[in-house]
């Protein structure tokens, strides 16, 4: 009788730190540090971010619309239109704002680093992959994201934050070592593609740290919240991350 194959326990890779759902092969240094930092899988974190970004462009459309109606009693020398056009105003600040409903389509003007223009490209191009795959089970994740926003404990929200960090770090280092290469002699460097895995630093795990927020606390050290019980420790840490995604730190 042959012997029964184990198979791989499900969760996150052996010894990596960091969620076995996510691919460091096909995701972005700004997918993999959203993903990290808000706790969402990989089908759910665009439209989780998207939500959690709405409130605060609310409130900034809101506080635009008053602002321009304020500019414009203060330059109207007609006493009944500045009256009109102050009880807009009070209108506006009593109820609640709503965007226009192609507010995310509608918007023009945006910058390569605009966070909320590249979250709806994804989602957008995720929905329409789902619609004409019928992947109802997509759909069903989308609503989950809606219905149950994330409430990741304390602990968690920090670790997911350090891990977060770690990649930027990574992310900085890739393109300092880059424009320097280019700059030096204009040699042939690597791809400049985002997806980071594979792609060589020159950085070690201590440099890393201390590019990050540390502070004592007790015997504890944490670093961007994160508790560690040593320097020694948050240094493991950040090798292990960086082994995952694809990278060879000096030390």
Same mark, same amino acid.
């Given at each position: ?76 020398? =007609? ?6 056009? @102050?009880?807009? %105003?009070? !209108?506006? /600040?009593?109820?609640? &704002? ?57 602990? =968690? ?6 891990? @977060?960090?770690? %990649?930027? !770090?990574? /992310?900085?280092?890739? &393109? ?76």
């Amino acid at each position: 009788m042959k012997p029964v194959k184990k198979k791989h326990p499900r969760g996150r890779a052996k010894a990596s730190g960091v969620k076995s759902s996510i691919d460091p092969q096909r995701e972005e240094f700004t997918e993999l540090r959203a993903r990290l930092a808000h706790g969402y899988r990989r089908d759910e974190w665009p439209i989780a971010r998207l939500q959690a970004l709405i409130p605060a462009i609310v409130a900034d459309e809101k506080q635009s619309v008053t602002g321009m109606l304020r500019a414009e009693i203060k330059a109207c020398g =007609d006493k009944k239109k500045r009256k009109s056009l @102050a009880k807009a %105003v009070e !209108e506006i /600040e009593r109820n609640e &704002w709503k965007l226009p409903d192609n507010y995310l389509s509608a918007r023009t003007h945006i910058s390569p680093n605009d966070e909320l223009a590249s979250l709806w490209r994804t989602h957008r191009s995720e929905h329409e992959r789902a619609v004409l795959t019928s992947d109802a089970d997509w759909f069903e994740k989308q609503a989950k994201a809606i219905r149950c926003p994330n409430k990741q404990e304390t602990s =968690d929200l920090a670790r997911n934050l350090f891990r @977060a960090a770690i %990649v930027r !770090e990574l /992310e900085m280092a890739f &393109w300092r070592k880059r424009a320097a290469t280019v700059n030096r002699d204009g040699a042939h460097v690597e791809s400049a593609t985002l997806q980071p895995a594979k792609k060589n630093v020159a950085i070690s795990a201590r440099e890393i740290l201390d590019r990050l927020e540390q502070r004592k606390g007790g015997r504890f050290l944490f670093v961007e919240g994160c508790r560690f019980d040593s320097a020694r420790r948050a240094r493991e840490a950040v090798k292990r991350i960086s082994r995952y995604l694809g990278y060879e730190l000096l030390d």
